[in-house]
């Protein structure tokens, strides 16, 4: 026997379970196995959705209902070829039911041809009713072809329809900020609240945008908005805690992360954030206390071992800093700019073999910076190995081919090697970039300053620019 259309929506569910633990066989209606089936999806139970859809179409072969629910759970499996098979006979059956098109259109996502998935959805949305849906759809096809317009046109569509659908809302912002547009977001924001005034996720996103513009006080008073419409939400404490920070109002920045605490299990960015106010208050011991916390409550965050590391460096002891970077070099080996605080630092233990090395890590791993060049250049003179620092001035000539400093420092190298032509280019270079800065020069080779050629080149230069 059937179920009652009235009947309670677990009880179907029930009576199909209880059928599989016994050899009888009971009748249900097709929309009883559709609330089956979808109970057993959404509860990532897809063997019982399986039994589910395969009894269904037994009693039901006619069902397109369910046998788009076969054509789903074939694409949640892969089984893509025999989802378009099926697929292509039920376009025929019911050209203008939308799922069909909806299903389709997610094959074709799943083959990675986004553009054939949109022509497929917005043929749905001439069909359905349900149009935010397709609308969310088409925003995420938009976001695999990095076309961020048209996902944000088709997600503001969402929040149109729905003014609580907050994880459209969460992506109108997201690619508002992807393109870089923090106006348009701000008055997006700003629209929205008129008609939603004591919305805290957007009172929330709306300070990130002023933040985004260093507008701090704009900031701060979204914030506060956020928090008078929900004052457990911990998102907008943590966020007030940053701007307070950036208006160099440490003690309520300290408040604000202390509050998130006391809402919730201690997180250990909140330990870092408290961390760094009392180092910025010149409390040292009780920054380094949080510190150790941070690290404590999550030891995998490279963050706070950072941190840890820098406190101890800034202080004057070398050895435990460089104990701590190794700390997150072994979390995140791959990160430039923790190689080049570790060449610092083993710089400054005259650790000169580990520190060029680090510094070539840094580089390797992407990190362009002039100083870093510099530096790395220093340590390889330091080991008496010129010619290798010629060679990382020329690379990082390649990205700073204008650059004075690495000009004359490259000149002042050549003529200790006895290459008196390239020396005399990158002199001409250095001069020509910038005159001023010959103090560099000067300072670093006092003993080539009164060669003949470089005076000559010198006096040249000095006439051209007068």
């Not at 990675?112 to 009713?129: F, G, P, R």
Request: aromatic share 14%.
């Amino acid at each position: 026997m059937a179920l009652q259309s009235n009947e309670r929506p677990g009880q179907s569910v029930a009576k199909f379970e209880s059928m599989l633990k016994t050899d009888d066989i009971y009748f249900f209606d097709a929309e009883d196995f559709e609330e089956i089936i979808h109970h057993y999806l959404d509860n990532g139970k897809v063997s019982l959705a399986k039994k589910g859809i395969k009894i269904g179409l037994q009693q039901h072969p006619g069902s397109i209902e369910l046998k788009l629910l076969n054509v789903e759970v074939l694409v949640f499996e892969n089984d893509l070829d025999l989802a378009v098979l099926l697929i292509e006979e039920l376009q025929v059956l019911a050209p203008t039911n939308e799922e069909i098109y909806i299903q389709k259109a997610n094959i074709y996502s799943k083959k990675d041809n986004h553009v054939s998935a949109i022509e497929l959805l917005n043929k749905a949305l001439h069909l359905s009713d349900n149009v935010a849906t397709i609308h969310s759809l088409l925003g995420m096809e938009y976001l695999f072809l990095d076309d961020y317009k048209l996902a944000k046109n088709n997600f503001i569509k969402c929040v149109e329809f729905d003014q609580y659908d907050y994880s459209a809302l969460y992506n109108v912002i997201y690619c508002f900020e992807f393109l870089e547009d923090y106006d348009g977001a701000v008055y997006f924001l700003n629209d929205y609240l008129d008609k939603n005034p004591y919305c805290e996720v957007a009172w929330h996103q709306l300070g990130k945008q002023y933040y985004e513009k260093k507008m701090y006080k704009e900031a701060l008073t979204a914030f506060d908005f956020a928090i008078i419409s929900d004052d457990s939400f911990i998102g907008a404490y943590f966020e007030k805690g940053k701007v307070l920070e950036k208006l160099g109002e440490y003690h309520k920045a300290i408040e604000n992360y202390e509050t998130t605490i006391s809402l919730e299990n201690p997180t250990s960015h909140a330990f870092l954030r408290i961390g760094k106010c009392h180092q910025k208050l010149g409390d040292v011991e009780t920054a380094k206390y949080y510190y150790y916390q941070t690290v404590h409550e999550d030891p995998l965050l490279d963050k706070g071992w950072l941190a840890i590391t820098d406190l101890y460096f800034q202080n004057q002891n070398a050895k435990k800093a460089l104990y701590y970077i190794s700390k997150a070099l072994n979390i995140d080996g791959e990160n430039p700019f923790y190689w080049k605080k570790c060449g610092k630092i083993n710089a400054a233990l005259k650790n000169y073999s580990q520190a060029d090395f680090a510094f070539k890590q840094a580089v390797e791993f992407g990190n362009y910076e002039i100083d870093t060049w510099l530096k790395w250049a220093e340590v390889s003179k330091v080991k008496n190995n010129v010619h290798s620092s010629i060679e990382i001035l020329k690379q990082a000539k390649e990205f700073y081919p204008e650059n004075a400093k690495i000009s004359f420092l490259l000149a002042g190298y050549q003529l200790v090697i006895n290459e008196t032509e390239n020396a005399k280019n990158s002199l001409i270079d250095a001069l020509n970039a910038d005159i001023n800065k010959l103090f560099i020069f000067e300072e670093e080779f006092p003993q080539f300053l009164e060669t003949e050629w470089i005076l000559k080149i010198i006096s040249s230069i000095k006439k051209t620019t007068r």
